[in-house]
């Protein structure tokens, strides 16, 4: 299965691990895809997600989801949804804190992840990116619905992909256009 990526913010992967506005389809609904939407972000799952940890991620990602929609429209984020995300990441530093090698400090990440891990390391991206110089650059796809960093030079990127939704948004107004002229 093949999944895309084009958020530029691990947070916001979680976001787009629904296909659509519509939420047509979810990638954390089942066990082996959700496995596998996991292994495409270099983030293996210790074992298959049960309900639980489903409730925990598909939770988080609704918080996430309200914050950054409302960050890309240009509105005040939901504070409720905030605090959800720094609880989270909160769990995630006192579960996997850091870890001292000489001169070097990282985080004690886990090399397979439960949902709980998973969690902590989105809430973590989350709070990255709220308190970072991306904010102002968080968009939504006026397509799909995803959200996205726009990392563009000119900071002019419209869609989550050109190949995903530009060139389907472009084809669609060529369409009209020429059918327009043809009425005339």
Known sequence: MDFEHV??????????????????TDWLAEPAVAAAWADS????????LDDRGRGVLTDLRAAIT???????????????AVRSITDAHARGLDAYGYVVDG?????AWPERWSADALAARFAESAVDELTGERLARVKECPSCGWLFVDTSRNHARRWCSMEM??????AYRHYHRR?????K
């Open 66 to 80: 309200r914050v950054f929609g409302a960050v890309a429209a240009g509105d005040p984020a939901d504070a409720a």
């Open 179 to 183: 059918r327009g002229a043809d009425i």
């Open 41 to 48: 972000l270099d983030l293996p799952l210790d074992a298959p």
């Open 7 to 24: 958020a530029n913010s691990l947070a916001l992967e979680l976001v787009n691990s629904v296909t659509d506005r519509e939420h047509t």
């Open 165 to 170: 939704c530009g060139n389907r948004d472009k």
């Open 103 to 107: 001169a070097s400090v990282s985080r």
